[in-house]
């Protein structure tokens, strides 16, 4: 496989790919809710030549690209974007306001890059139809709704996705993290955490601040769940066996001297091995329910799940031929990544369809700043994904990005 002849074709793509990035960024949606990106993906799909379905799993779009009989291959790319206050200071930084599904207005931003993951799946897919000479094969270029609320993948295989569009040999899918722009890492086995996020309400008794026994207190209920479930990492695991508790929001009362009735805490845990994961789950709820039976609670505390992601695992032998592909073409940009415990449901396509699937990083941080910091021991300088702040440099990362794509893909479509 030859990948050096895709520099005229980018060259000629990258004005115009810098200008999709710049519109999406300026103009992000929020999970399920991205049409405008959507018609942007699908307008572009066409134009290179896919068959184009819309509305998949609500606002998901697939373009199919077939180029005679060989492997097919599944690119995918999120779309949605955060509820978060850009604060980058760029030119095209975000100024949309969104209502939520709680019917809040909300500030809107691409905090997590995923206006890049579009641009380079466009970019993609433009470089693939152009040198069709060089491959054969179908490719399957997957534009995905609602990843950062865990429904996205769900909500397209759930509108009959399998059933609607040719099963690949691989499926293939990147994230930009807080690498130097231009590098790639990728790993075999495990490279995203098993994310689960709960809300916990527990209650008590209300009463006046100045009549605290004639009270069942849930804030004291609460705090003391909330450092109570900090002890399950660091006195009930092993060091070997990695897991991450955060509570992430913590609400009672409105009032000083007022004590509440009910207080509602908000959890999310990570981990990367199922065993580990059954562990924290089952101590989180032994500790919610003694921690209000402790304080007298009045009933159980009610323990809802809100989203799930599934570990991200890349198929040894897929990962391996990948981990080829990029080291030919990007020599001495690619690195051997650990786990990390950001969370995804791209596995959702693989793990459900029994597909092998790969899953790797894009550097987006200018590789001047990174090296800055990291020689000053200052890296908590850099912005991470979901911060106001991250914003890949535009260069060489959407190149990256795009050349990652068509090397991983024409991996198995130049057979």
Aim: with cysteine; aromatic share 6%.
């Amino acid at each position: 496989m030859n990948t050096d002849n895709l520099a005229p074709h980018l060259d000629r793509l990258m004005p115009s790919l810098e200008a999709v990035y710049i519109d999406l960024h300026e103009h992000p949606e929020l999970s399920m809710q991205e049409i405008r990106t959507a018609a942007i993906a699908a307008d572009h799909l066409r134009s290179s030549g896919c068959e184009v379905t819309e509305r998949v799993g609500k606002t998901g779009v697939v373009g199919v690209l077939r180029n005679g009989p060989g492997p097919t291959v599944m690119l995918r790319a999120d779309m949605d974007a955060l509820p978060v206050e850009e604060a980058t200071g760029l030119p095209y930084a975000s100024r949309v306001t969104s209502t939520d599904r709680a019917g809040k207005t909300v500030p809107v931003m691409h905090a997590c890059g995923h206006d890049m993951h579009v641009a380079s799946l466009i970019g993609a897919t433009a470089v693939l139809a152009q040198t069709r000479h060089l491959w054969h094969g179908t490719l399957i270029s997957v534009f995905q709704p609602a990843e950062e609320t865990g429904e996205g993948a769900q909500a397209m295989i759930a509108d009959g996705f399998f059933e609607r569009f040719p099963k690949p040999d691989v499926i293939l899918g990147q994230h930009v993290m807080s690498l130097p722009a231009g590098e790639l890492a990728c790993r075999s086995g495990v490279i995203t955490s098993a994310g689960d996020s709960f809300e916990i309400r527990m209650f008590g008794r209300g009463a006046h601040g100045s009549m605290p026994e004639a009270s069942i207190d849930p804030v004291v209920m609460a705090a003391s769940t909330v450092l109570r479930l900090q002890t399950i990492v660091s006195r009930e695991l092993a060091v070997a066996e990695p897991a991450v508790v955060t509570v992430g929001s913590l609400q009672a009362g409105t009032k000083e001297n007022v004590i509440p009735g009910e207080a509602i805490l908000k959890v999310n845990v990570r981990t990367y091995d199922e065993g580990v994961r059954r562990r924290v789950l089952a101590a989180m709820e032994r500790i919610v329910n003694a921690e209000a039976a402790a304080s007298g609670a009045p009933r159980p505390p009610e323990i809802k799940p809100l989203d799930r992601y599934s570990a991200v695992r890349n198929d040894p032998d897929a990962a391996e031929r990948v981990m080829r592909a990029f080291t030919q073409h990007f020599p001495g940009r690619v690195q051997e990544t650990k786990p990390t415990s950001a969370s995804e449901d791209f596995g959702c396509f693989g793990a459900q369809w029994h597909v092998p699937s790969v899953f790797w990083f894009v550097g987006g941080i200018d590789p001047a700043q990174f090296e800055r910091a990291l020689k000053a021991g200052r890296m908590g300088d850099i912005p991470t994904n979901h911060n106001p702040r991250f914003a890949p440099v535009i260069h060489p990362t959407l190149e990256a990005g795009v050349e990652a794509m068509v090397a991983a893909a024409r991996a198995w479509l130049s057979e």
